[in-house]
């Protein structure tokens, strides 16, 4: 049972334009919510985060969008430069002491077009 | 520069034989953690220590074993018992296990069966 969802395994964008990755969970007692950027061979890069008290939170160009009742999050980039290019993966962790668990979506690829 | 540093980039095992992967992080965080990516998978959480000297399993533990004798240091073993054990192996790093913070990782160590 996947409990974080990307049902978008590729997205492709023009440079300048905005780039929005989704993702989806089902289980309800998650309340901290993360993206990573990943480039082939590397570890994951932590981008952004977001707690279930909040809808929004943004850094520079990235901004994350949380939207609880749907138990849905997305990430949006403006604007987009080929060097954001790379897998991007949506994590999750729950409350109650299990803050140590990230389960993770299977990531999207992200491919900015000059 | 602080970081967590994984070593061997690239590992080889023959059939029957253990290997450790090395994970050491200067980081000052009480938390580590080992994943493993497949393709076209997400990261899977294989143990987790929240403190020296005290650690736990994650959803794939089978085949594994670790051990966290300083805080800087969180070894992993894949075991002969571990019977599909190519992949690319991450290592994290946070402040905490408790607290919602992100968490840091290495760049990996991808292992192969010969």
């Known amino acids: 049972d996947q409990q974080v969802k990307q049902n978008s395994p590729s997205l492709s964008v023009q440079e300048g334009r905005i780039s929005i990755l989704n993702c989806d969970y089902t289980?309800?007692?998650?309340?901290?919510f993360l993206w990573y950027k990943k480039y082939p061979a590397e570890g994951p890069t932590f981008l952004i985060s977001?707690?279930?008290?909040?809808d929004k939170n943004e850094d520079g160009r990235f901004t994350v969008f949380l939207n609880k009742s749907a138990k849905h999050l997305s990430l949006h980039i403006v604007p987009s430069q080929p060097g954001d290019s790379a897998v991007y993966f949506c994590?999750?962790?729950?409350?109650?002491?299990?803050?140590?668990?990230?389960?993770f979506g299977k990531g999207t690829l992200l491919t900015v077009n000059p | 520069d602080g970081g967590i540093t994984q070593s061997p980039k690239y590992l080889f095992r023959k059939e029957g034989q253990n290997v450790t992967l090395s994970c050491e992080q200067n980081?000052?965080?009480?938390?580590m953690y080992w994943y493993r990516q497949d393709p076209g998978q997400g990261l899977r959480l294989i143990y987790y220590?929240?403190?020296?000297?005290?650690?736990q399993k994650g959803d794939i533990a089978e085949g594994y074993s670790v051990s966290r004798e300083k805080k800087e240091s969180f070894p992993l073993t894949v075991t002969s018992a571990q019977k599909n054990p190519t992949a690319f192996y991450l290592c994290?790093?946070?402040?905490?296990?408790?607290?919602?913070?992100?968490?840091?990782f290495g760049d990996g160590t991808r292992l192969s069966i010969l």
């Open positions: 994290a790093s946070s402040g905490d296990g408790v607290s919602n913070q992100p968490q840091h």
């Open positions: 289980n309800s007692m998650f309340d901290y």
């Open positions: 977001i707690s279930s008290i909040k």
């Open positions: 994590a999750a962790s729950g409350s109650g002491g299990s803050n140590y668990k990230l389960t």
């Open positions: 980081l000052n965080h009480d938390a």
């Open positions: 220590s929240q403190i020296v000297n005290d650690f």
